[in-house]
Protein backbone atom coordinates (compact mmCIF):
# COMPACT_ATOMS: atom_id res chain seq x y z
CA UNK A 1 0.00 0.00 0.00
CA UNK A 2 1.38 3.41 -0.72
CA UNK A 3 1.06 5.15 2.44
CA UNK A 4 2.06 9.35 1.90
CA UNK A 5 2.85 11.91 4.40
CA UNK A 6 1.19 15.27 2.78
CA UNK A 7 3.92 17.17 3.83
CA UNK A 8 5.97 15.00 1.24
CA UNK A 9 4.49 16.09 -1.92
CA UNK A 10 3.36 18.70 -3.94
CA UNK A 11 0.26 20.55 -3.29
CA UNK A 12 -0.76 19.61 -6.70
CA UNK A 13 -0.45 16.30 -6.70
CA UNK A 14 -1.61 16.49 -2.89
CA UNK A 15 -5.18 18.17 -4.43
CA UNK A 16 -5.44 15.49 -7.48
CA UNK A 17 -5.18 12.26 -4.49
CA UNK A 18 -8.05 14.16 -2.47
CA UNK A 19 -9.85 14.96 -5.53
CA UNK A 20 -9.84 11.59 -7.26
CA UNK A 21 -10.31 9.67 -3.78
CA UNK A 22 -13.44 11.68 -1.74
CA UNK A 23 -15.62 11.26 -4.61
CA UNK A 24 -18.27 11.59 -6.13
CA UNK A 25 -18.45 14.79 -4.78
CA UNK A 26 -21.97 17.15 -5.86
CA UNK A 27 -21.69 20.48 -7.34
CA UNK A 28 -22.50 24.26 -5.59
CA UNK A 29 -23.37 26.86 -8.86
CA UNK A 30 -22.61 29.49 -7.04
CA UNK A 31 -24.12 32.90 -8.14
CA UNK A 32 -22.84 35.94 -7.05
CA UNK A 33 -22.47 39.81 -7.42
CA UNK A 34 -19.42 42.35 -7.29
CA UNK A 35 -19.94 45.41 -5.69
CA UNK A 36 -20.82 47.25 -8.95
CA UNK A 37 -23.58 44.55 -9.92
CA UNK A 38 -21.66 42.66 -11.91
CA UNK A 39 -22.70 38.91 -12.19
CA UNK A 40 -20.19 36.23 -11.67
CA UNK A 41 -20.80 31.99 -11.75
CA UNK A 42 -18.47 29.44 -11.07
CA UNK A 43 -18.43 25.79 -9.86
CA UNK A 44 -17.73 24.08 -6.68
CA UNK A 45 -17.17 20.92 -5.72
CA UNK A 46 -16.00 21.36 -2.06
CA UNK A 47 -19.61 21.44 -1.02
CA UNK A 48 -22.51 19.99 0.77
CA UNK A 49 -25.44 20.14 3.18
CA UNK A 50 -24.69 20.26 6.63
CA UNK A 51 -27.81 21.14 8.81
CA UNK A 52 -31.75 21.29 8.09
CA UNK A 53 -32.93 23.65 10.96
CA UNK A 54 -31.67 26.16 10.67
CA UNK A 55 -30.60 25.26 6.33
CA UNK A 56 -26.73 25.67 6.09
CA UNK A 57 -24.95 24.61 2.41
CA UNK A 58 -21.47 25.25 2.90
CA UNK A 59 -18.90 25.16 0.13
CA UNK A 60 -15.12 26.22 -0.44
CA UNK A 61 -14.02 28.62 -3.25
CA UNK A 62 -10.55 27.12 -2.54
CA UNK A 63 -7.17 29.52 -2.92
CA UNK A 64 -5.68 28.22 -6.37
CA UNK A 65 -2.75 26.15 -6.44
CA UNK A 66 -0.81 27.25 -9.04
CA UNK A 67 -0.56 31.40 -7.64
CA UNK A 68 -2.38 31.30 -4.67
CA UNK A 69 -5.12 33.72 -5.76
CA UNK A 70 -8.40 33.77 -4.57
CA UNK A 71 -11.66 33.10 -6.94
CA UNK A 72 -14.32 35.90 -7.34
CA UNK A 73 -16.67 33.87 -5.68
CA UNK A 74 -15.12 34.41 -2.72
CA UNK A 75 -14.49 38.20 -2.76
CA UNK A 76 -17.90 38.77 -3.68
CA UNK A 77 -19.17 36.55 -1.11
CA UNK A 78 -17.13 38.16 1.95
CA UNK A 79 -18.19 41.62 0.34
CA UNK A 80 -21.85 41.05 -0.50
CA UNK A 81 -22.95 38.25 2.22
CA UNK A 82 -24.95 36.73 -0.50
CA UNK A 83 -24.85 33.69 -2.72
CA UNK A 84 -27.19 31.79 -4.80
CA UNK A 85 -26.36 28.09 -5.05
CA UNK A 86 -27.81 26.31 -8.07
CA UNK A 87 -27.96 22.20 -8.69
CA UNK A 88 -25.99 20.93 -11.70
CA UNK A 89 -27.91 18.36 -13.40
CA UNK A 90 -26.65 16.47 -16.84
CA UNK A 91 -28.62 18.67 -18.73
CA UNK A 92 -26.30 21.70 -17.95
CA UNK A 93 -23.38 19.72 -17.40
CA UNK A 94 -21.13 21.13 -20.25
CA UNK A 95 -22.36 24.85 -19.96
CA UNK A 96 -21.30 24.11 -16.45
CA UNK A 97 -18.07 23.28 -17.17
CA UNK A 98 -17.19 25.96 -19.28
CA UNK A 99 -18.33 28.63 -16.69
CA UNK A 100 -15.50 27.19 -14.49
CA UNK A 101 -13.09 28.80 -17.42
CA UNK A 102 -10.76 31.58 -15.75
CA UNK A 103 -12.27 34.61 -17.53
CA UNK A 104 -10.93 38.20 -16.65
CA UNK A 105 -12.67 40.03 -13.64
CA UNK A 106 -15.94 41.63 -15.12
CA UNK A 107 -17.08 39.10 -17.57
CA UNK A 108 -20.54 37.82 -16.96
CA UNK A 109 -20.25 33.79 -17.19
CA UNK A 110 -23.86 33.40 -17.50
CA UNK A 111 -23.44 34.83 -21.08
CA UNK A 112 -20.29 33.03 -22.01
CA UNK A 113 -22.27 29.64 -20.85
CA UNK A 114 -25.32 30.66 -22.21
CA UNK A 115 -27.02 30.12 -19.30
CA UNK A 116 -30.06 32.25 -18.38
CA UNK A 117 -30.52 34.93 -15.59
CA UNK A 118 -33.42 34.38 -13.03
CA UNK A 119 -34.26 37.14 -10.88
CA UNK A 120 -33.97 35.91 -7.54
CA UNK A 121 -36.96 36.83 -4.75
CA UNK A 122 -35.08 37.77 -1.04
CA UNK A 123 -30.89 37.99 -2.24
CA UNK A 124 -29.45 40.09 -5.26
CA UNK A 125 -27.61 37.66 -7.10
CA UNK A 126 -29.19 35.75 -10.05
CA UNK A 127 -30.41 32.37 -9.66
CA UNK A 128 -29.77 29.93 -13.59
CA UNK A 129 -33.21 29.09 -14.85
CA UNK A 130 -32.07 26.14 -16.16
CA UNK A 131 -30.85 24.74 -12.70
CA UNK A 132 -33.58 21.96 -11.16
CA UNK A 133 -33.30 23.39 -7.76
CA UNK A 134 -32.02 27.05 -6.64
CA UNK A 135 -30.79 28.10 -3.51
CA UNK A 136 -31.17 32.23 -2.46
CA UNK A 137 -29.00 31.81 0.47
CA UNK A 138 -27.35 34.62 3.20
CA UNK A 139 -23.62 34.59 4.12
CA UNK A 140 -23.43 34.07 7.81
CA UNK A 141 -19.72 33.35 7.86
CA UNK A 142 -16.44 33.23 5.50
CA UNK A 143 -13.98 31.01 7.63
CA UNK A 144 -10.48 30.94 5.86
CA UNK A 145 -8.81 27.50 6.19
CA UNK A 146 -5.37 28.91 5.59
CA UNK A 147 -3.02 31.53 3.33
CA UNK A 148 -1.13 29.13 0.90
CA UNK A 149 -2.52 27.69 -2.51
CA UNK A 150 -5.13 24.89 -2.02
CA UNK A 151 -6.38 26.36 1.30
CA UNK A 152 -9.90 26.45 1.78
CA UNK A 153 -12.43 29.15 2.50
CA UNK A 154 -15.87 27.63 4.03
CA UNK A 155 -18.62 29.85 2.94
CA UNK A 156 -21.44 29.11 5.26
CA UNK A 157 -24.93 29.64 3.44
CA UNK A 158 -28.35 30.00 5.12
CA UNK A 159 -30.99 29.09 2.41
CA UNK A 160 -33.39 31.76 3.11
CA UNK A 161 -35.73 30.63 0.07
CA UNK A 162 -35.63 27.02 -2.57
CA UNK A 163 -37.02 27.27 -5.90
CA UNK A 164 -37.68 23.85 -7.17
CA UNK A 165 -38.93 22.88 -10.53
CA UNK A 166 -41.93 20.77 -10.72
CA UNK A 167 -41.12 18.84 -14.10
CA UNK A 168 -38.42 16.91 -11.02
CA UNK A 169 -41.12 16.24 -8.46
CA UNK A 170 -42.84 12.58 -7.99
CA UNK A 171 -46.29 12.36 -7.68
CA UNK A 172 -46.05 13.32 -3.62
CA UNK A 173 -44.37 16.05 -4.49
CA UNK A 174 -40.88 15.00 -3.61
CA UNK A 175 -37.88 15.41 -5.60
CA UNK A 176 -37.47 12.11 -7.67
CA UNK A 177 -34.08 10.90 -8.13
CA UNK A 178 -34.52 9.31 -11.61
CA UNK A 179 -35.94 12.92 -13.10
CA UNK A 180 -33.67 15.36 -11.31
CA UNK A 181 -30.79 13.36 -12.93
CA UNK A 182 -28.09 14.66 -11.05
CA UNK A 183 -23.83 14.79 -11.47
CA UNK A 184 -21.57 14.54 -9.45
CA UNK A 185 -17.39 15.57 -9.84
CA UNK A 186 -15.22 12.90 -9.62
CA UNK A 187 -11.31 13.44 -10.17
CA UNK A 188 -9.69 14.75 -13.10
CA UNK A 189 -11.70 14.78 -15.73
CA UNK A 190 -14.25 12.65 -14.98
CA UNK A 191 -17.67 13.46 -13.41
CA UNK A 192 -20.27 10.63 -11.82
CA UNK A 193 -24.42 10.90 -13.43
CA UNK A 194 -27.09 9.51 -10.51
CA UNK A 195 -28.92 7.73 -13.33
CA UNK A 196 -26.05 6.19 -15.27
CA UNK A 197 -22.52 6.11 -13.94
CA UNK A 198 -19.48 7.80 -15.21
CA UNK A 199 -18.43 10.29 -18.10
CA UNK A 200 -15.93 12.53 -18.89
CA UNK A 201 -15.88 16.35 -19.54
CA UNK A 202 -12.47 17.91 -20.77
CA UNK A 203 -11.77 20.69 -18.08
CA UNK A 204 -10.98 24.62 -19.57
CA UNK A 205 -8.21 25.21 -17.66
CA UNK A 206 -5.54 26.14 -19.95
CA UNK A 207 -7.79 27.83 -22.41
CA UNK A 208 -10.96 30.43 -22.57
CA UNK A 209 -13.75 29.20 -24.07
CA UNK A 210 -14.87 31.50 -27.06
CA UNK A 211 -18.53 31.75 -25.13
CA UNK A 212 -21.64 30.01 -26.18
CA UNK A 213 -22.04 34.44 -27.31
CA UNK A 214 -19.70 33.47 -29.86
CA UNK A 215 -22.05 31.00 -31.49
CA UNK A 216 -24.02 32.00 -34.36
CA UNK A 217 -27.86 32.84 -33.42
CA UNK A 218 -29.48 30.47 -36.14
CA UNK A 219 -27.17 27.28 -34.31
CA UNK A 220 -28.40 28.28 -30.04
CA UNK A 221 -31.85 29.04 -31.99
CA UNK A 222 -31.93 25.63 -33.70
CA UNK A 223 -33.87 22.48 -31.61
CA UNK A 224 -31.29 19.93 -33.26
CA UNK A 225 -28.97 21.74 -30.27
CA UNK A 226 -29.10 21.30 -26.50
CA UNK A 227 -27.52 23.26 -23.81
CA UNK A 228 -24.87 20.70 -23.59
CA UNK A 229 -23.83 21.08 -27.54
CA UNK A 230 -23.75 24.75 -27.17
CA UNK A 231 -21.49 23.98 -24.22
CA UNK A 232 -18.57 22.28 -26.15
CA UNK A 233 -19.35 24.62 -29.03
CA UNK A 234 -18.22 27.50 -26.66
CA UNK A 235 -15.34 25.46 -25.01
CA UNK A 236 -13.13 25.98 -28.10
CA UNK A 237 -10.44 28.06 -27.91
CA UNK A 238 -10.57 29.72 -31.42
CA UNK A 239 -13.34 29.47 -33.95
CA UNK A 240 -12.16 28.20 -37.23
CA UNK A 241 -10.77 29.84 -39.95
CA UNK A 242 -12.24 30.14 -43.89
CA UNK A 243 -9.15 28.19 -44.82
CA UNK A 244 -9.66 25.41 -42.78
CA UNK A 245 -13.19 25.06 -43.20
CA UNK A 246 -12.45 24.83 -46.74
CA UNK A 247 -9.37 22.24 -46.31
CA UNK A 248 -11.64 20.49 -44.09
CA UNK A 249 -14.63 20.28 -46.60
CA UNK A 250 -12.56 18.90 -49.30
CA UNK A 251 -11.31 16.06 -47.47
CA UNK A 252 -14.56 14.96 -45.84
CA UNK A 253 -16.86 13.29 -48.87
CA UNK A 254 -20.08 12.96 -46.06
CA UNK A 255 -19.46 16.84 -45.34
CA UNK A 256 -19.54 17.89 -49.23
CA UNK A 257 -22.45 15.83 -49.91
CA UNK A 258 -24.72 17.25 -47.08
CA UNK A 259 -23.61 20.91 -48.13
CA UNK A 260 -24.38 19.89 -51.90
CA UNK A 261 -28.02 18.56 -50.62
CA UNK A 262 -28.81 21.99 -49.70
CA UNK A 263 -30.79 20.90 -46.55
CA UNK A 264 -30.22 22.94 -43.28
CA UNK A 265 -31.84 20.51 -41.13
CA UNK A 266 -29.27 17.75 -42.12
CA UNK A 267 -26.28 20.13 -42.10
CA UNK A 268 -26.93 20.54 -38.14
CA UNK A 269 -27.38 17.25 -37.69
CA UNK A 270 -24.22 16.10 -38.87
CA UNK A 271 -22.72 18.67 -36.82
CA UNK A 272 -25.22 17.27 -34.12
CA UNK A 273 -23.50 13.91 -34.61
CA UNK A 274 -19.85 15.21 -34.67
CA UNK A 275 -20.60 16.62 -31.22
CA UNK A 276 -21.45 13.40 -29.59
CA UNK A 277 -18.35 12.28 -30.92
CA UNK A 278 -16.61 15.11 -29.33
CA UNK A 279 -15.25 16.54 -31.83
CA UNK A 280 -16.50 19.55 -32.07
CA UNK A 281 -13.98 21.47 -34.57
CA UNK A 282 -15.44 19.15 -37.07
CA UNK A 283 -19.22 20.66 -35.46
CA UNK A 284 -18.20 23.91 -36.37
CA UNK A 285 -16.70 23.22 -39.27
CA UNK A 286 -20.00 22.11 -40.70
CA UNK A 287 -22.23 24.77 -39.16
CA UNK A 288 -20.00 27.31 -40.63
CA UNK A 289 -19.40 25.45 -44.30
CA UNK A 290 -20.75 27.44 -47.06
CA UNK A 291 -23.32 25.27 -49.09
Known sequence: MLSIDPKDISPVKLQGYLQSAVAPRPIAFASTLDENGTPNLSPFSFFNVFSSNPPILIFSPARR?????????????????????????YDI???????????????????KSGLTMLPSDVVKPFRVAESPVQFE???????????????????????????????????????????????ARMGANWYSRSNIG??????????????????????????IFNGNDLGKLGNVEAIPTEEEIAIFVQSNFTVKAVLSADDETKKQQLAKDFLDQNDTISAWKVLLAKQ
Do not use: W
Not at 80 to 87: G, L, P, Q, R, S
Not at 148 to 154: E, F, S, V, Y
Not at 209 to 223: L, R, T
Open 65 to 89: VRNNTVKHTLINAENTKEVVINVVN
Open 93 to 111: VQQMSLSSTEYPDGVNEFL
Open 137 to 183: CKVNDVIALGDQGGAGNLVICEVVKIHINEAVLDKDGLIDQHKIDLV
Open 198 to 223: MFEVEKPLTTLGVGVDAIPNFVKESP
